[in-house]
């Protein structure tokens, strides 16, 4: 604090003031016996006026002496006072800082592992996708060898209905799987963003916090500090607390966000990965099943054709027997016809009266009749015979033909068609595995 000044009798380098200094030409002025010394009431007045100005400056020393040791004990406990609490304010932000930067660093591990696993499950997903191409591939083979099948076996029977639904069931599961592993190729995007987005908001914080807790450590006694003074000038901020505590905030959030969207989508792929693998070990089953029962059919159907074969076998080795028995027996009754049709004609011959009817006339007339209508009768059923015999060729050639075809449908379906789908993948091959 500064004092006014005392005013002094006396100017500096003891000079007298000019009321003590005899007047101009006073040398000249005087009678002969005025000197330049003083007068000793003049030599007491200045005497006693050094002494009150030393006085006067002493306790005003003291005075300043007095105010400067408080200022300088007060500006050392208010500087040690600013410093402490500048340590402890950077200590608090430290806490935060860690403790926001723990959080990001957690919510970074659990979005990479999340990440992760979304990343198996996608390979899953994709293998699923390529499982499903053998039997898509198998369930078409099936159908182009059943088109070769021949005559009345060219049907739309339940294994072709089967397999068809089959054919729609796997391109609607290729068509859903690609949808899924777009769907987490997405989540894995967004994942990557915003772990991203933590990583920067943590390195940052990262950063921050080696700059404070540098700052906690300076100390008076550190030797790296230097005077800075366009420091203290406010800075043009990037944020302020709340802002700031509200960005890594808002990092958190959608971080979480995206974890739980990761986890319901993990849980979503999981039980959409065994439905699809159940619903298409259903179809096969359903397939496999329909084959069976078809093969089983067309073997009883071919049996009961087999066995109709071997009695209409049967029944023309019979015909032709009785053909033979007939042909035989008119061939038998070409003698006797002979001999009666000669015997009348010679009794034709007998002359005049001897022309009579009488009972061997009569007789062989009778026998002759005879005779022809029993190779009429003969005759009528060789014809028969002769057209069953071709009925029966007819329906041997029919049955035979159809044997062929079952037997044909049989080599398709049970040694081709079903051999063919054991290649069928796995319940482990389907989920992705």
Known sequence: MMLASTPRPYGGGGQTSSAFHPPDGG???????????????????????????????????????????????????????GQAAGTRRLGARLQEVHVLRSELRAHVERLAAQTDLLLLLKSRLEKALD?????????ADNLACRERRLGAELVRDAVEDELLKEMDLIRNIQALLQRTIDQVVCQIKLNREAKMTLEL????????????????RYSNMSGNTQHHPSSATMQDQVSEPTSWLKFSQDNLSRAAQEEQTTMNLRVLVERLLQDTTEDLRFQCAAVDQAFNQHCADLAEAKTLLELQLTQILEHIGAQERNIVALQQAILDKDAPQRVAQSRLYMRSHRPNMELCRDEPQLSLVEEVAQLDA?????????????????????????????????????????DKCMPHRRRYPTVVTLSGY
């Open 374 to 414: 029993m190779l009429a009768s003969l005759q009528q059923q060789l014809a028969e015979a002769r057209g069953s015999l071709a009925h029966l060729e007819e329906s041997r050639t029919a049955l035979e033909k159809d044997i062929a075809c079952k037997t044909h449908s049989l080599l398709i379906d049970k």
């Open 131 to 139: 499982a499903t191409e053998i039997p898509y591939g198998v369930a």
């Open 27 to 81: 040398m000249a002025a005087a009678v002969g016996y005025r000197s330049a010394k003083y007068t000793p009431t003049e030599w007491r007045t200045c005497n006693r006026a050094v002494l009150r100005q030393a006085a006067a400056d002493a306790a005003a020393a003291e005075t300043v002496v007095r105010l400067s040791r408080g200022a300088c004990q007060r500006s050392e406990a208010e500087a040690r006072g």
């Open 201 to 216: 908001d943590w390195s940052d914080k990262w950063q921050a916090y080696s700059i404070d807790d540098q700052c906690g």
